[in-house]
């Protein structure tokens, strides 16, 4: 009997887990989800990934070497984005390629992601990218999606290297300076363009022109990908700037 053949030649082996179904709605995968796997080790992480109780899994896993498996044919729908929204979609799992990437995470202090793990994953989505003909707009981040209740792959990810790499969409932030701010509580007009132009982007909140819990985790989550040099929620110049040249870069 044959081994199966990864889908993407950057992927070794596959190593199949269990835990995946239909697409629903969708043909082919439009968007890529990047994770940490959050655990103290790859090892218990992929056990975990490919148990049949655990009810998650993911496409692809990416060791700290930069060794590569896949997990779930790309054809198929992987469990790693859970509830989320972006762009109006809100079933990512359907509409994703999932990327799980050794690392402890914030509850393991937050280390960096070493440069052979990340030179993979640049050349692992860039062919993702390339065969669904994937925006580099739509090269998320887990709390992206789910900005209530992740955080991952954090603020110490190297969006800016996979940039250079040609994979994601990035502007230099605009440098953390004073002036006029907006955070919880405050209300009026452009707390509504604030929820507006975050909308606009992808993200996925109601526009009431009240600086609520919701928008602060939005805002929290734009920041760790692209602001990660302070991760507040609260929107500063530096912030809202930043958000209207990527709009304007799109």
Not at 19 to 46: C, F, K, Q
Not at 159 to 168: E, F, N, P, S, Y
Not at 195 to 214: C, F, H, K, N, R
């Amino acid at each position: 009997m044959s081994r199966p053949i990864p889908d993407s030649p950057i992927a070794s082996k596959v190593f199949p887990s269990p835990n995946h179904g239909e697409r629903r709605g969708v043909t082919r995968p439009d968007s890529i989800i990047l994770h940490y796997t959050g655990m103290p080790t790859g090892e218990s992480a992929l056990a975990w990934l490919c148990n049949p109780v655990s009810d998650v899994s993911c496409h692809y896993f990416v060791w700290e070497d930069g060794h590569v498996l896949q997990l779930v044919p790309e054809a198929r729908r992987a469990w790693h984005a859970g509830r989320g929204h972006w762009a109006g979609a809100t079933d990512l799992n359907s509409h994703s390629v999932g990327v799980e990437i050794v690392n402890p995470g914030h509850e393991g202090n937050s280390p960096d992601f070493p440069a052979a793990q990340i030179d993979a994953v640049i050349r692992l989505c860039a062919d993702i990218c390339a065969r669904h003909a994937i925006p580099p707009q739509r090269v998320l981040a887990h709390s992206d999606i789910a900005p209530s209740r992740k955080r991952d792959p954090g603020e110490k990810f190297p969006w800016d290297a996979l940039h250079r790499g040609g994979v994601g969409h990035w502007v230099e932030p605009v440098a953390i300076a004073g002036g006029r701010f907006f955070g919880p509580g405050d209300e009026g007009q452009p707390v509504q363009a604030l929820q507006a132009m975050l909308g606009m982007y992808g993200y996925g909140l109601s526009i009431t022109g009240v600086y609520d819990e919701t928008t602060e985790h939005v805002v929290r989550a734009f920041q760790r990908h692209f602001r990660p040099a302070r991760v507040d929620g609260i929107a500063d110049a530096s912030t809202i700037t930043t958000l209207r040249n990527l709009i304007a870069t799109r």
